[in-house]
């Protein structure tokens, strides 16, 4: 059983930051690749970001290449989101997932085997 906590979001202006953290339980962190998905009201759960479990490879939509960082700690058993030059449209709960079985970068929500509660990210125009 894997449990993890996101924690930093809240409200930030247009072009602001924000960095998220997720933290995992367990120590058998660093076998896991990790992702971050955002699903914004109405609409379904996506993949934002993906990172394996060294950290060697990454993945990242479209939409915020060039904006967002995902990184890992293994020695904290955490994972984090940077969020730069932040838009309105990028306003959603922010979802971290585990995914146990193979270690690599992927990006369907049905590769993820536990998730975490969400935290809230509202971009203000």
């Known amino acids: 059983q894997v449990q993890l906590v996101e924690s930093g979001g809240g409200l930030v202006q247009a072009g602001g930051s924000l960095r998220l953290s997720c933290a995992a339980s367990g120590r058998t962190f660093s076998r896991y690749a990790m992702g971050w998905f955002r699903q914004a009201p109405g609409k379904e759960r996506v993949v934002v970001a993906a990172?394996?479990?060294?950290?060697?490879?990454?993945y990242y939509a479209d939409s915020v290449k060039g904006r967002f960082t995902i990184s890992r700690d293994n020695a904290k058993n955490t994972v984090y989101l940077q969020m730069n030059s932040l838009k309105p449209e990028n306003t959603a709960v922010y979802y971290c997932?585990?995914?146990?079985?193979?270690?690599?970068?992927?990006?369907?929500?049905?590769?993820?085997?536990?998730w975490g509660q969400g935290t809230q990210v509202t971009v203000s125009s």
């Open positions: 990172i394996s479990r060294t950290g060697g490879s990454t």
């Open positions: 997932a585990a995914e146990t079985r193979w270690g690599t970068v992927v990006a369907r929500t049905t590769d993820y085997d536990y």
